[in-house]
């Protein structure tokens, strides 16, 4: 399979534990935006990257959240210290694009959903 | 400010009969407008882009519309079945903004029944 990849699928743990998703994107998409979505809205951005270089954070994303690419290939998105408020799909998505313009195919890998109790 | 508007939010329909979601934009300078579907627990798959030069893309039975003009897409979806049940969303890509160039809707829920 040559799609995004995202593990774990599914995380159930406890308030005030810290989990970590890996996203895998497709080789060479030198592009890869992490998304949060809750129950019945559409994807919210929380940060995205260039190769290895984080570009933009949103304002969603707290000092509990961190992201990373360090090889410019897979990226791994740390929650710490979970919420309840936490729980959601963590999508995945990556691209191919020349510079800040994004006009290539955007590719989802099927989401990570994390329920914090 | 960048926003995307989507409508309805959700729709149900007879399985065989069409219908037309929308999408209202103020994303500025303009790139492309994307649809996608979404199935429920699943990651979204691309319907189609558009980029300011189009009006009109079909992918099956899915035909996306754009008037860059008006700043408005339509997603119309014919002889409708029960697998178009999802969300479809439409993002639209700005040329040098925030979030990565990409501006999500919320998205509509299509249901469609027997």
């Known amino acids: 399979d040559t799609g995004v990849s995202q593990n774990p699928r599914h995380k159930i743990t406890k308030r005030g534990q810290n989990v970590t998703f890996r996203c895998d994107p497709i080789s060479e998409h030198n592009r890869l935006y992490w998304y949060r979505q809750t129950l019945g809205q559409g994807p919210e951005f929380l940060t995205y990257f260039q190769n290895e270089a984080q570009l933009e954070k949103s304002r969603l994303l707290s000092d509990r959240f961190s992201a990373e690419r360090p090889k410019g290939s897979f990226s791994t998105l740390e929650i710490q210290r979970t919420e309840q408020g936490d729980s959601a799909m963590y999508l995945c998505?990556?691209?191919?694009?020349?510079?800040?313009?994004?006009?290539?195919?955007?590719?989802f890998g099927e989401g990570s959903r994390l329920t914090v109790l | 400010k960048n926003q995307v508007e989507q409508s309805p939010q959700s729709l149900i329909i007879l399985e065989g009969k069409n219908c037309t979601l929308q999408?209202?934009?103020?994303?500025?300078?303009?790139?492309?407008l994307r649809w996608y579907k979404q199935d429920t627990g699943r990651g979204p798959v691309s319907l189609t882009i558009?980029?300011?030069?189009?009006n009109t893309k079909s992918n099956g039975r899915y035909t996306a519309t754009l008037d860059a003009d008006t700043k408005q897409s339509s997603l119309h979806i014919t002889a409708s079945q029960l697998s178009d049940s999802a969300s479809y969303i439409c993002v639209v890509s700005g040329d040098g903004g925030s979030q990565g160039n990409l501006i999500f809707g919320k998205g509509t829920k299509l249901s469609v029944k027997p």
């Open positions: 998505a990556s691209t191919i694009t020349g510079g800040r313009r994004n006009t290539g195919e955007l590719f």
């Open positions: 558009m980029t300011f030069s189009e």
């Open positions: 999408c209202n934009y103020t994303v500025s300078p303009f790139s492309n």
